[in-house]
């Protein structure tokens, strides 16, 4: 809707970089919060945030340049347009969370209850990053004609198409990640369990995630079988995961 937050000359400040950037602050901010609590050193989890949101970004790209190998052979150069948009969540999940899990073990930290201090600020960072997605275009909806949530992309610089009804697809999973979020923070007030929270987490996104992607338009992300995507078959697989971690986490409690 609006890529271009501010542009001063060759200066240019894309709308989806600030809300990136303010979800993964806020994201922080309240892990900090919730480490203060349990007497973890605060630097500590700012050092974990940082080194992760690093390797998401450098995964999430990665695994978007590899389903779109085609065009970036062509074009190598384009690999580190970041700001065009072209980051895939679950390549990010993918290279932070073993970025994630040697980091606490340098740090001696206790794995799944520093997973669970983070659970919510991933939900409320990726809500907050998907309104930048939804400002830059990228990730967008499939046709919706009539539909009344129905939106229309109009700058030229949005990598959206432009003058068609489209599902705020990005919405839609913003949304949802805030649901997530709010799940989360309640949850955290009756765990019974370390783990919890962060299989809870991964338990709600992949059913989001996988609900969302019908209502994508964007057919540069890739497909495994037919309709179904790549990060629908992820989505998956994660599903499974997260109830297997749930069972087993719940079991060892008792």
């Known amino acids: 809707m609006h890529p271009i937050l501010i542009k001063i000359g060759p200066l240019t400040i894309h709308t989806y970089g600030v809300m990136i950037a303010s979800g993964f602050l806020l994201g922080i901010a309240l892990a900090v919060k919730q480490a203060k609590k349990q007497l973890i050193e605060p630097d500590k989890i700012v050092d974990l945030g940082f080194y992760m949101l690093l ?21 190598p150069l384009d690999i580190f347009k970041i700001w065009e948009g072209g980051l895939v969540f679950y390549g990010g999940v993918i290279f932070a969370i073993p970025t994630a899990i040697w980091f606490i073990r340098k740090k001696g930290l206790d794995l799944w209850n520093t ?74 007030k009756h765990q019974s369990f370390k783990g919890q929270l962060f299989w809870t987490y991964l338990l709600t ?38 109830i297997i971690g749930l069972m087993v986490f719940r079991k060892r409690s008792t």
């Open 55 to 75: 390797a998401a970004i450098i995964g999430s790209r990665l695994f978007f340049v590899f389903v779109n190998a085609g065009h970036y052979l062509n074009h």
């Open 115 to 188: 997973a669970d201090i983070f659970a919510p600020s991933l939900a409320i960072a990726h809500a907050i990053g998907r309104l930048g997605c939804f400002t830059a275009g990228c990730c967008y909806g499939k046709h919706a004609e009539g539909h009344p949530l129905a939106v229309t992309f109009s700058d030229p610089e949005c990598l959206a198409p432009t003058g068609i009804p489209l599902h705020p697809a990005q919405l839609y999973e913003s949304a949802g990640e805030f649901m997530n979020f709010l799940v989360l923070i309640t949850l955290r």
């Open 205 to 242: 996104y992949s059913v989001i995630r996988f609900t969302v992607e019908f209502f994508r338009g964007d057919e540069a992300r890739g497909f495994l079988v037919g309709n179904i995507s790549i990060s629908q078959g992820i989505s998956i697989l994660m599903f499974v995961g997260a």
